[in-house]
């Protein structure tokens, strides 16, 4: 199943209200993770089942959306959350999307 | 703690072998799938297939059917990820990650030059 996010780069500024975009190729029922990857690091999960937040990650952090199309919200950007942020299916086997990176205005 | 940690950076050439291990500490090896993933340079991620670390049964993404073999040391609580025959595309960051992808390796870098 293809993944597709948008946009590729994004540029805000720190207290802005972020939101990344991820669309699937064919219904996934909600079986979206969502995960961020710094420089250098693996990646590490935030978000599973579309809309449920990893323990530990802050609230700032939300998944929404449904069938094919899937949204990661950021709500106060902080200059810790610069960083790509991938979407990952696992529907049927499992793809990753080819990431939105984050920097910060 | 539950950690997965890699063995070092690689530089070959091409045609070359090559095996990076994933060793498993905190909980039992046998109890969860262990995942690879692949990341050129730039790039994002690919999955490339995981083993059932009970059967030590290999399953293989489409692009990674040639090549590449999954193995285990279940005494050792190591995973295994064998690259035969390197090619310049196969230069690139491999995770391994528990089953579920909540634990992941820190990666391991491989170079392929000649």
């Known amino acids: 199943i293809q993944m597709t996010q948008s946009p590729s780069l994004l540029s805000a500024s720190v207290g802005d209200r972020v939101t990344l975009s991820c669309k699937a190729g064919?219904?996934?029922?909600?079986?979206l993770a969502w995960y961020q990857q710094k420089l250098g690091e693996a990646p590490k999960v935030l978000i599973y089942n579309a809309n449920s937040l990893r323990t530990g990650i802050p609230s700032r952090f939300s998944g929404s959306g449904s069938g094919t199309d899937y949204t990661l919200t950021i709500s106060s950007l902080q200059p810790e959350d610069v960083a790509t942020y991938f979407c990952q299916q696992y529907n049927s086997w499992t793809t990753f999307g080819s990431g939105t990176k984050l920097e910060i205005k | 703690q539950i950690q997965l940690v890699q063995s070092g950076p690689e530089l070959k050439k091409p045609g070359e072998s090559l095996k990076i291990s994933c060793k498993a500490s905190g909980y039992t090896l046998t109890d969860y799938a262990v995942q690879w993933v692949k990341q050129a340079p730039g790039k994002g991620l690919q999955y490339m297939g995981w083993i059932n670390t009970q059967t030590g049964k290999p399953t293989y993404a489409e692009d990674f059917k040639e090549r590449f073999v999954f193995s285990l040391e279940t005494s050792a609580s190591t995973a295994y990820l064998q690259i035969n025959n390197l090619k310049n595309e196969d230069m690139a960051t491999y995770f391994c990650a528990r089953q579920g992808f909540i634990y992941w390796g820190q990666g391991t870098l491989v170079t392929v030059s000649s």
């Open positions: 064919q219904n996934i029922n909600n079986d």
